[in-house]
């Protein structure tokens, strides 16, 4: 089981693959180095973007439709949103915030309504595919009195408007002065309700987010050698996604820094004997992918292998127990009854597994619905998920196999399969 520096190239997993993204690029002796002494980028490789099939506008519109029967539902009267995955989901448009109002009215009947800055008008015409009540706002005036004035332009004087859970305070806080008269409340059981089931649109793009990730994986794994850091590795994986066609990252940490889940800043460079935990993806269409791979540069030890094995036996608990109608809370249960089985925890503590053993992923790579002890939530087709006990030995290393899954109609499936063993990263 193990893997030997000199031998990296030759044993990893996708070593062909990763020949035709780095040319003849076959480790330390052919690297080059630029000015500043960092690894060189890959040459290009043919792209796999070709696959992507952007969601349909009779989807979005769709979708659309749903709010109105959740918000009818929920008794809502309107929702208000601003830039953010949420609006890019309903509507297609991607909106960079500042402190210039730009919003999005969804009331329960009548047409939709966009405000925006005067000078974005045109910008914003551009990129809205959906209504075409577009009002706009000087920079001496009030954002938040168009927004109230939407509200009453369509009957609602004194209604019930849901505010989505990402709009900031100060929009908030500004509509709310505007229009105390009417009650607000979350957005979420509408938001939520729409998003957090994927459509067979969505679940493509998340697979080819994933399948493309993975590609990238196989392009940097063999490129480790003695003394490299974590930004140059880094470096590594930004030019192997562009040379898929994406923009994505994959980090990595060595040794102790390992043992912190979300790693370390300080400075360390890679050396023989290290774990190294790599954690990256990137996003197609706005849909994401979170995949984690852990290694040993060179030779295991007997104890980095056990965790490692126990590791992998966590992560298909978590998989197993994971169906349509079982509670989010028993997955994690599974995966942690494991690790403590093994002489870990109990619970959060560590030596252990100190976090939740995944989280709902789709347009942001930590959304809806927790894999967590206390969640009864039941799972449904179409939800997704990232499954990543980890297991922390504190100040020495930590293990983290992490896979992307997705609930369907009779049981679950992963959009990546995980590694077969500490010496061969991807299946």
Same mark, same amino acid.
């Given at each position: 089981?193990?893997?030997?520096?000199?031998?990296?190239?030759?044993?990893?997993?996708?070593?062909?693959?990763?020949?035709?993204?780095?040319?003849?690029?076959?480790?330390?002796?052919?690297?080059?180095?630029?000015?500043?002494?960092?690894?060189?980028?890959?040459?290009?490789?043919?792209?796999?973007?070709?696959?992507?099939?952007?969601?349909?506008?009779?989807?979005?519109?769709?979708?659309?439709?749903?709010?109105?029967?959740?918000?009818?539902?929920?008794?809502?009267?309107?929702?208000?949103?601003?830039?953010?995955?949420?609006?890019?989901?309903?509507?297609?448009?991607?909106?960079?915030?500042?402190?210039?109002?730009?919003?999005?009215?969804?009331?329960?009947?009548?047409?939709?309504?966009?405000?925006?800055?005067?000078?974005?008008?045109?910008?914003?015409?551009?990129?809205?595919?959906?209504?075409?009540?577009?009002?706009?706002?000087?920079?001496?005036?009030?954002?938040?009195?168009?927004?109230?004035?939407?509200?009453?332009?369509?009957?609602?004087?004194?209604?019930?408007?849901?505010?989505?859970?990402?709009?900031?305070?100060?929009?908030?806080?500004?509509?709310?002065?505007?229009?105390?008269?009417?009650?607000?409340?979350?957005?979420?059981?509408?938001?939520?309700?729409?998003?957090?089931?994927?459509?067979?649109?969505?679940?493509?793009?998340?697979?080819?987010?994933?399948?493309?990730?993975?590609?990238?994986?196989?392009?940097?794994?063999?490129?480790?050698?003695?003394?490299?850091?974590?930004?140059?590795?880094?470096?590594?994986?930004?030019?192997?996604?562009?040379?898929?066609?994406?923009?994505?990252?994959?980090?990595?940490?060595?040794?102790? $820094?390992?043992?912190? *889940?979300?790693?370390? +800043?300080?400075?360390?460079?890679? =050396?023989? &004997?290290?774990? %190294?935990?790599?954690? #990256?993806?990137?996003?197609?269409?706005?849909?994401?992918?979170?995949?984690?791979?852990?290694?040993?540069?060179?030779?295991?030890?007997?104890?980095?292998?056990?965790?490692?094995?126990?590791?992998?036996?966590?992560?298909?608990?978590?998989?197993?127990?994971?169906?349509?109608?079982?509670?989010?809370?028993?997955?994690?249960?599974?995966?942690?009854?494991?690790?403590?089985? $093994?002489?870990?925890? *109990?619970?959060?503590? +560590?030596?252990?597994?100190?976090? =939740?053993? &995944?989280?709902? %992923?789709?347009?942001? #790579?930590?959304?809806?619905?927790?894999?967590?002890?206390?969640?009864?939530?039941?799972?449904?087709?179409?939800?997704?998920?990232?499954?990543?006990?980890?297991?922390?030995?504190?100040?020495?290393?930590?293990?983290?196999?992490?896979?992307?899954?997705?609930?369907?109609?009779?049981?679950?499936?992963?959009?990546?399969?995980?590694?077969?063993?500490?010496?061969?990263?991807? $299946?």
């Amino acid at each position: 089981m193990s893997l030997p520096r000199r031998n990296f190239l030759r044993l990893s997993a996708g070593a062909v693959a990763s020949a035709s993204l780095f040319g003849s690029c076959a480790g330390p002796a052919n690297e080059t180095k630029d000015k500043q002494g960092s690894p060189s980028p890959p040459a290009a490789a043919p792209s796999l973007t070709g696959r992507i099939v952007p969601i349909a506008d009779a989807e979005r519109m769709a979708r659309i439709e749903k709010a109105r029967t959740l918000m009818a539902e929920n008794k809502l009267d309107a929702i208000l949103l601003e830039g953010g995955a949420s609006l890019f989901y309903f509507t297609g448009v991607n909106w960079s915030l500042s402190e210039r109002t730009f919003a999005w009215v969804l009331p329960a009947k009548g047409e939709m309504a966009w405000v925006t800055p005067k000078f974005e008008e045109d910008r914003a015409r551009e990129l809205i595919r959906f209504g075409t009540d577009v009002r706009t706002w000087e920079e001496d005036e009030s954002p938040y009195r168009l927004i109230g004035g939407i509200f009453k332009d369509h009957g609602i004087r004194a209604g019930t408007i849901g505010i989505e859970e990402r709009l900031r305070f100060f929009i908030f806080n500004g509509v709310r002065q505007e229009g105390s008269a009417h009650r607000y409340v979350s957005a979420d059981p509408v938001t939520i309700g729409c998003r957090v089931i994927k459509s067979p649109a969505e679940l493509a793009l998340m697979q080819l987010a994933n399948d493309i990730t993975i590609e990238a994986y196989r392009a940097v794994l063999p490129q480790f050698k003695e003394g490299m850091t974590k930004a140059q590795f880094g470096e590594l994986a930004a030019a192997a996604f562009r040379a898929l066609g994406v923009t994505g990252n994959i980090g990595a940490n060595f040794g102790e $820094a390992t043992s912190l *889940p979300h790693g370390s +800043v300080k400075p360390r460079q890679l =050396r023989e &004997g290290d774990v %190294i935990l790599m954690d #990256g993806g990137c996003a197609i269409d706005g849909y994401r992918s979170d995949i984690s791979r852990t290694i040993v540069f060179g030779k295991p030890t007997q104890r980095q292998l056990d965790v490692w094995n126990l590791e992998k036996e966590a992560q298909a608990a978590a998989f197993k127990a994971a169906r349509p109608g079982v509670p989010c809370e028993d997955v994690d249960a599974a995966a942690r009854k494991i690790i403590v089985g $093994a002489g870990y925890g *109990p619970d959060y503590k +560590v030596p252990g597994l100190p976090h =939740r053993t &995944g989280h709902g %992923i789709g347009l942001e #790579g930590h959304e809806w619905i927790n894999l967590v002890r206390g969640n009864k939530t039941p799972m449904s087709p179409g939800m997704c998920f990232t499954n990543e006990p980890m297991i922390v030995i504190p100040g020495e290393f930590g293990v983290r196999i992490e896979d992307d899954m997705h609930i369907t109609e009779d049981g679950v499936k992963f959009f990546s399969q995980p590694s077969p063993a500490i010496d061969r990263p991807l $299946a």
